[in-house]
């Protein structure tokens, strides 16, 4: 079993910056793939970038690219999403999510995340 718990979330405005963390409890395997994922009122859970464990590839939705960065930190079992230049549509509430089984067709499929934390707000005002 692994606990997520994410933090960093906050309140900021345009063009600002937010880094935020996601600790993971439990052994994470290097099979797994770590991912951010957030929901805005009123719209579906989305994508936004995730990472594998072993190898430290990255993935990202096009909305975010250029503008978020995700890395990991293996010894701490923590997952970082670095978010710059925010802009208001960013606003959302921010999850963190483990896939057992990291598939890089799959890894943008919420469906196929296993583990979730109970998500952090992100609020960007123009």
């Known amino acids: 079993q692994v606990q997520l718990v994410e933090s960093g979330g906050g309140s900021v405005q345009a063009g600002g910056s937010l880094r935020l963390s996601c600790a993971a409890s439990g052994r994470i395997f290097n099979s797994y793939g770590l991912g951010w994922f957030r929901q805005a009122p009123g719209k579906e859970r989305e994508f936004v970038a995730a990472?594998?464990?072993?190898?430290?590839?990255?993935y990202y939705a096009d909305s975010v690219k250029g503008r978020f960065t995700i890395s990991r930190d293996n010894a701490k079992n923590t997952v970082y999403l670095q978010m710059n230049s925010l802009r208001p549509e960013d606003t959302a509430v921010y999850y963190c999510a483990a896939q057992i089984y990291a598939s890089p067709t799959q890894i943008d499929t919420k469906s196929r995340y296993n583990y979730w934390g109970q998500g952090t707000q992100v609020t960007v005002s123009s």
């Open positions: 990472v594998t464990w072993s190898g430290g590839n990255t």
